[in-house]
């Protein structure tokens, strides 16, 4: 089954707003990872977590280990934010992050 | 700021044929994944490692096999390709502790 689910699977977003996405996850995560991979398909690092949270910028990023999920809140939306969301999440002892399904962000002028 | 990278960058096999794809990483990491990725899916761990000589399989390792003969290089190997392997594969590489992962560019396999 999923180990890391992710939702919404998709988002449209009007420039300027803000919104949530969220990972829940089956196994006890320790840590967790976001990514963004842009329309050429390249995976950009955007957060490394631990329990606690983590802001860069307009993007902030909570991780909650005992109720297993993960947020990532993006404030005043622009252009250049549009691609698609990844988390994956790693247990301890078993160093290879498992990666949800994504979600698909697009922001409109 | 870490540097993978992967080739071929594309690639198209027959079926039955054997594709080795390869990864190479000059950050003395220890940690080196693949995945691929196919539409509705997101990434999915085929094998890992944790250095040299060492692999692991992770949740998709059938039909694939995988070398790391050294710390900087990491392949992927498929014996006998079928179609149903046409994907878009993506090594990773990362240190063994809290540090995040650093992805290739990819490579698009395309298998006839």
């Known amino acids: 089954g999923d180990k890391v689910k992710q939702s919404p699977s998709a988002l449209s977003l009007q420039e300027g707003t803000n919104s949530a996405l969220r990972c829940n996850f089956s196994?006890?995560?320790?840590?967790v990872q976001w990514f963004l991979q842009n329309p050429r398909g390249s995976l950009i690092n955007l957060f490394y977590l631990v329990p606690g949270t983590k802001e860069n910028g307009r993007l902030k990023s909570a991780f909650d280990s005992k109720e297993s999920y993960s947020t990532l809140h993006i404030r005043d939306a622009q252009l250049e934010d549009s691609g698609t969301y990844f988390c994956a999440a790693e247990r301890n002892n078993n160093n290879a992050p498992r990666f949800g399904a994504g979600t698909k962000l697009s922001v409109k002028p | 700021e870490a540097a993978v990278t992967q080739s071929p960058r594309n690639k198209v096999a027959v079926t039955g044929g054997k594709v080795t794809l390869s990864c190479n990483q000059t950050?003395?990491?220890?940690?080196m994944y693949w995945y691929r990725q196919d539409t509705g899916h997101g990434l999915r761990l085929i094998h890992y490692s944790y250095g040299a000589g060492s692999t692991e399989k992770g949740d998709i390792p059938d039909g694939y096999k995988a070398s790391r003969p050294s710390q900087e290089n990491f392949s992927l190997i498929l014996e006998l390709a079928t179609p149903s392997q046409t994907s878009v594969y993506f090594c990773a590489s990362g240190v063994r502790g809290p540090d995040t992962q650093y992805f290739g560019p990819g490579t698009r396999l395309l298998v006839l």
């Open positions: 196994i006890a995560a320790t840590t």
């Open positions: 950050n003395n990491h220890n940690n």
